[in-house]
């Protein structure tokens, strides 16, 4: 469908004036809403005032905004944007020669800034409405260390504190990580760690334990919640995140009807959902409100296939269960990938904005295996020159497969796919795949019975 | 000297017809050409023949041409450098911002590709040469690992082999450098390996030596000249490098015209010269032609002071001897710089071109010491958002340093710096910074005439 109105460059930037003024927030657009967050001891509705202690004002707002379609960004952060967006929109000419297709790719790139990911879109905006509070700092949990370096950034930008508590597995084995992290003012404390009770107590119960992203949540939550002038920020799954990614979507739509590109196939890798949720925002509103529509994809690992192969119900939204339950497609709380499986998107869970627009039918979701991933991002490094995310391949191998789907049928879509993020910190899973020692790993159902079986049965 | 013509963004991204189409020479504008290249047995200049058993036709043309001024990048390169280029010049407002400086500050950002830095602006022009020629493949040595990137990535493209022989200690420290040439189909070998006569001999003199890069050289340089179909490639120093790389100047210079922008001073980090001559080339070529005046300041490690307290002679162009004599400001072949220094720029020569400039009064030079150079680095990533390389952190250095000059002086000084990469696989050095762990060093009169000592004196 693509047109040749004006003459497509490979890289489409957008001139500065074309970044988004406001977020979209699908939300308004939706008929049916996403369920709200519940308190796991009275079932209720979170409100304002019972997130308070954890979250910023402004966030919690956004977090209950089911109405409000644009929210305007404030000026700060629209600045801070000008350093690394508006990010390119790449026409994939090489990726579509080397698989000798009809169809047309297309990747919008979030990897050009040093945290390395899309991450840094929604970190500038935690760290700018806690600066506004008049709070010291913020804490957080980092797993693999994309969403800590970009709210470690985010914070020495804007000059407030900012504490990470990092997996203590990743911590010794990602020292560049760490130290991007510390480069940046932040201070990064391996979890379980001994300032905290809850880590006390892990340390006590399980000595010599590498941690957990459950148990460094529940740290950073602690320290949130007692120390003066500091709130807890969070990376993905949440509303408010979602819509602060929808800056991505809407800088690919404005390139997209800049240069008259009507995409067929839109795809993101699922995860927790932030990217995908930015990434269709605009799309799925016109969807939403009737006006195109447009084939939009999930891609989520075989070995955590939360939207494939999960359920639709109220779970935790951490393993540690101190964080409220969400209504989302779940492989339940205690779900954990095989150590396996080294390509990202481990999160048990699913944004409950997505989980609803795949219950109403309004994307489709599929799995991919790990070995078939990683011959994806090798095949688009090669050709494409960018060294992608483990995440991000799991986007390139949808699209690739759809490219080659229109190959046989001669038909001439147009795809266009999310590249989250480099790959330059994840080279020992890429090693592992060089010297042929990564696995595939697919959860039997007995197993995730198992997992199931642990999510609570709360009737709602 | 900024005029307000056109409201300069943040990032001036180029079109893609802005992308230059020839490279520029500025030998062919300079009235004293830099010395040839010469044989140390003969002590005569080298000739093509002379030179082809090592390295590609078409480059060695370039090596030799003192008279073209603009070569046509063929069309294929050109294509290639619209995966990653135009590179932004972007305005440094926040780090104006942070220093208070009437000053305005511009920086040529080269770090936005999966090598991490300018040295890709030659390794396409190279491998399309190598592959053009007919040849198989070719060889080179990396030490830190961005120039093996670069040219694992353009062999990748064009689909010809590339050896990278990897300074032992290198490979065992970077194993994800190492990951990544693999991941674009390069063979990496630790070097001194056991798979040739030197690196036999080097192993069997010195058991379990860590290497040098004079070694990986040496080993490159033989299999380049005992394969058939193989030739060698080297990242800087060369003319032929200097010219590819004026790829960044030009556009940097294009998109100043575009805006107004007309630098006062002109500031880049030296090495071997490669960022540096590129970066200057057009604004070089206008001041020796008489056209126009600009500062332009070579920044170098006060650990490795090749302009500032090396001799302008002939030296050999490497450690090991294998390669001819060049006529450059070199500190002697057989300097190596103190472990302790950890941000790059080690080589103990310098490029011809560069060398000859200098010493007709074209251009400053001046040395930073270490940690002043990683605590620019820092201001630099906290308020610009880029984790830049240690060696371009050298420029940082140089241009806050001329930005602050400005803020005593009152005046409104326009700067521009080479931002040559970015510093991902440099955590190693940051993390020392990090922990108060970096040390100064700076060479005393003694060792430096140690060293010069073993300049042969030839005469010329």
Chains 1, 2 share one sequence.
Not at 244 to 251: D, N
Request: include cysteine; aromatic fraction near 10%.
């Amino acid at each position: 469908m693509a047109t040749d109105a004006k003459k497509i460059p490979y890289k489409i930037y957008l001139e500065e004036n074309e970044i988004p003024t406001s977020w979209y927030n699908m939300r308004a657009d939706m008929k049916n809403k996403p369920a709200p967050l519940i308190h796991p001891g009275t079932l209720q509705p979170l409100k304002f005032e019972d997130m308070q202690p954890i979250f910023c004002d402004e966030l919690i707002k956004q977090e209950l905004d089911d109405e409000t379609a644009y929210i305007p960004i404030p000026e700060p952060i629209q600045e801070f944007y000008k350093m690394y967006r508006p990010s390119p929109l790449t026409h994939a000419v090489f990726l579509e020669e080397a698989l000798g297709t009809p169809a047309h790719i297309y990747y919008k790139f979030e990897g050009n800034n040093t945290s390395g990911s899309h991450k840094l879109n929604s970190a500038i905006a935690q760290a700018y409405y806690a600066k506004e509070q008049g709070l010291k700092g913020v804490t957080t949990e980092t797993g693999a260390g994309q969403w800590g370096t970009a709210l470690s950034m985010a914070c020495s930008f804007f000059d407030i504190d900012c504490k990470v508590y990092m997996v203590k597995v990743s911590y010794e084995q990602k020292p560049f990580r760490r130290e991007v992290m510390r480069t940046y003012g932040a201070s990064v404390t391996p979890s379980p760690s001994m300032e905290t009770n809850i880590g006390r107590a892990i340390n006590a119960e399980h000595p010599g334990t590498t941690g957990s992203l459950g148990c460094a949540i529940s740290e950073a939550v602690e320290v949130a919640t007692s120390n003066e002038g500091y709130r807890y920020v969070l990376g993905s799954v949440l509303n408010q995140v979602l819509l602060h990614q929808s800056v991505i979507g809407l800088e690919t739509k404005a390139a997209c009807d800049k240069y008259g590109i009507k995409p067929d196939i839109i795809i993101g890798c699922a995860g927790g959902g932030s990217n995908l949720g930015g990434l269709i925002a605009p799309f799925m509103g016109e969807k939403l409100r009737g006006e195109a529509d447009y084939r939009i994809i999930a891609v989520e690992p075989a070995s955590c296939p939360s939207f494939t192969r999960g359920k639709f119900v109220y779970d935790f939204a951490d393993t540690g269960k101190v964080c409220p339950m969400a209504k989302m497609y779940t492989l339940g709380h205690d779900y954990i990938p095989s150590p396996n499986h080294a390509g990202g998107l481990r999160y048990h869970g699913m944004s409950s904005i997505l989980s609803q627009l795949y219950h109403d039918g309004l994307m489709e979701a599929r799995t991919v295996e790990q070995t078939k991933v990683f011959e994806a991002a090798e095949q688009f490094a090669r050709v494409e020159g960018i060294l992608p995310a483990p995440e991000s391949s799991h986007a390139i191998r949808a699209a690739i497969d759809e490219a080659l789907k229109c190959k046989e049928t001669g038909e001439e879509k147009t795809i266009i796919f999310g590249l989250t993020g480099t790959g330059y910190f994840d080279m020992t899973a890429y090693e592992a795949y060089n010297d042929g020692k990564m696995n595939d790993y697919i959860p039997t159902d007995e197993e995730l019975a198992e997992s199931f079986a642990k999510i609570p049965d709360i009737g709602l």
